[in-house]
């Protein structure tokens, strides 16, 4: 076995075995009523899933020096995953909480892994969502969500995936389109079912205890963060940097918060309706539109700083 086979599979397993580590402690000292109980298995058994297919995406990708794992990028994972950890804490369901059939909150953070990953490869990306949304919710108290965690880390992973192309410009158009029929169908679900109630939105002065519909915003809002990142996809058409992070995060956000979402089909027995409209739509949608804000102000922010190093 090569060292970049070993050192890419090594970092697959430290991410189980953090996953693993984490649950045991959460789960032997959190409330009953927030443990993961008898889903955890099927919990697990998503996230081996997932991680089978990061490791098929890089034995077929496996010439490509974007897998590369050494010093640097060890590094990378750890401030990554911390500042992922404490911007996720922060955001996670204690400051703004999105209507929805599961907890969704307003998460800004989630600039930070689409960052990562493009900026230093995808494993840099998939660790640093993956462990960092993994410790973010254990500091919450409300339970935890090992297949959201791998889809977090699957978001930084495809962000890096622009590595794969040496003409990034080239791949943009192709991966607008992908994201753009993701996009539309997700909400033309919700539209055809825009009563799905939000389930822990409770507001009983106004009458409201978790029956209300998903709010209108959640239902469309993939759609809103779509055309913010064409807007900024042609706006920033000269800085190919901005460009291609906003737009490959873009992808990795609905494929990774997709496969989350979808898996809750078969974790918590929620309909393929209830799925897309109660919980990919009210976290993918208002991640797109933070993805086309925050995401160019960081690309900008690295590359002045590494004008100035000399890098």
Same mark, same amino acid.
């Given at each position: 076995?090569?060292?970049?086979?070993?050192?890419?599979? /090594?970092?697959?397993?430290?991410?189980?075995?953090?996953?693993?580590?984490?649950?045991?402690? $959460?789960?032997?000292?959190?409330?009953?009523?927030?443990?993961?109980?008898?889903?955890?298995?099927?919990?697990?058994?998503?996230?081996?899933?997932?991680?089978?297919?990061?490791? !098929?995406?890089?034995?077929?990708?496996?010439?490509?020096?974007?897998?590369?794992?050494?010093?640097?990028?060890?590094?990378?994972?750890?401030?990554?995953?911390?500042?992922?950890?404490?911007?996720?804490?922060?955001?996670?369901?204690?400051?703004?909480?999105?209507?929805?059939?599961?907890?969704?909150?307003?998460? &800004?953070?989630?600039?930070? &892994?689409?960052?990562?990953?493009?900026?230093?490869?995808?494993?840099?990306?998939?660790?640093?969502?993956?462990?960092?949304?993994?410790?973010?919710?254990?500091?919450?108290?409300?339970?935890?969500?090992?297949?959201?965690?791998?889809?977090?880390?699957?978001?930084?992973? !495809?962000?890096?995936?622009?590595?794969?192309?040496?003409?990034?410009?080239?791949?943009?158009?192709?991966? /607008?389109? $992908?994201?753009?029929?993701?996009?539309?169908?997700?909400?033309?679900?919700?539209?055809?079912?825009?009563?799905?109630?939000?389930?822990?939105?409770?507001? &009983?002065?106004?009458?409201?205890?978790?029956?209300? &519909?998903?709010?209108?915003?959640?239902?469309?809002?993939?759609?809103?963060?779509?055309?913010?990142?064409?807007?900024?996809?042609?706006?920033?058409?000269?800085?190919?940097?901005?460009?291609?992070?906003?737009?490959?995060?873009?992808?990795? =956000?609905? !494929?990774?918060?997709?496969?989350?979402?979808?898996?809750?089909?078969?974790?918590?027995?929620?309909?393929?309706?209830?799925?897309?409209?109660?919980?990919?739509?009210?976290?993918?949608?208002? =991640?797109?539109?933070?993805?086309?804000?925050?995401?160019?102000? /960081?690309?900008?922010?690295?590359?002045?700083?590494?004008?100035?190093?000399?890098?």
């Amino acid at each position: 076995m090569g060292k970049k086979l070993l050192y890419f599979v /090594l970092t697959l397993v430290a991410v189980l075995v953090i996953f693993g580590i984490v649950a045991a402690i $959460v789960e032997s000292t959190i409330s009953p009523d927030f443990r993961m109980g008898a889903s955890v298995l099927p919990r697990f058994i998503v996230v081996a899933i997932g991680l089978v297919l990061v490791f !098929i995406a890089y034995y077929f990708t496996r010439e490509n020096a974007m897998w590369a794992v050494g010093t640097r990028q060890v590094v990378y994972m750890a401030i990554g995953a911390a500042l992922y950890a404490i911007f996720s804490y922060l955001f996670n369901g204690t400051v703004f909480v999105v209507p929805s059939v599961s907890q969704v909150a307003l998460r &800004p953070a989630i600039c930070i &892994p689409m960052f990562f990953g493009y900026a230093f490869g995808p494993v840099v990306g998939f660790f640093t969502g993956a462990v960092g949304n993994m410790f973010g919710d254990a500091l919450t108290g409300f339970g935890l969500s090992p297949q959201w965690s791998l889809g977090n880390g699957l978001v930084g992973l !495809i962000a890096g995936f622009a590595f794969l192309f040496t003409d990034k410009r080239k791949s943009l158009n192709t991966v /607008l389109i $992908v994201g753009a029929v993701l996009a539309a169908l997700a909400t033309a679900i919700y539209l055809i079912n825009p009563t799905i109630e939000n389930k822990l939105f409770f507001a &009983p002065d106004q009458g409201i205890f978790g029956d209300a &519909p998903i709010a209108l915003f959640a239902g469309i809002s993939a759609i809103i963060g779509l055309l913010m990142v064409v807007i900024v996809r042609f706006a920033f058409g000269e800085n190919l940097d901005v460009a291609a992070a906003v737009t490959w995060s873009m992808l990795g =956000n609905l !494929i990774g918060i997709g496969l989350a979402a979808i898996s809750d089909i078969w974790i918590n027995g929620y309909s393929p309706v209830v799925a897309v409209v109660g919980e990919f739509l009210p976290s993918a949608g208002p =991640n797109l539109i933070f993805a086309a804000i925050l995401v160019p102000i /960081l690309v900008g922010a690295y590359a002045a700083l590494q004008r100035q190093t000399g890098r």
